[in-house]
């Protein structure tokens, strides 16, 4: 596991598994609880459907998720355009999107809404994000 990972305590993921291994290979290498959104890229969502319920660690919402972690409530999507409505409503401490495969970072309000970038890298920096519940801070780790 990469050295930042390993006192994160959930891994959101926004979508585009591209294949049903991918969130196989997220359950068996994360042991804290997952939370998934399709994307546009994904294929097989029975498959993945199926994963998803035999591993103990993974929740995998459809279009979009809501939850509470570290007295933070947040929101995340893989559509941009949907996740800045969602961080302008100020509903929200934190909203994450996808879709875009390139890192975002940036305040609306008192939201903070945040595009991690990819992790394959195929078209760009690979990469993940890590969100502070306690200070609220965002930061991008490159692979």
């Known amino acids: 596991m990469l050295p930042q990972l390993e006192e994160a305590k ?3 993921f926004c979508g585009d598994f591209c294949a049903p291994f991918t969130l196989k290979m997220m359950a068996d ?9 399709f994307g546009n890229n994904d294929e097989d969502a029975l498959f993945l459907s199926r994963i998803a319920r035999q591993a103990d660690n993974v929740t995998l919402y459809s279009q979009m998720g809501e939850l509470e ?3 933070k409530k947040m929101a995340f999507i893989h ?12 509903k929200y401490d934190a909203v994450f999107s996808g879709h875009t495969h ?6 609306m309000g008192l939201t ?14 690979p990469g993940f994000g890590l969100y502070d519940t306690d200070s609220g ?3 991008l780790c490159a692979i």
């Open 102 to 107: 390139e890192h975002k970072v940036e305040k």
């Open 29 to 37: 290498g994360f042991s804290g609880p997952i939370h998934c959104v």
């Open 79 to 90: 559509y941009p355009h949907i996740a800045s409505g969602l961080a302008a409503s100020g």
């Open 137 to 139: 801070e965002f930061t």
């Open 69 to 71: 972690l570290g007295g």
């Open 10 to 12: 959930a891994l959101l």
């Open 112 to 125: 903070l809404w945040a595009d991690p970038g990819e992790v394959m890298g195929r078209f760009g920096q």
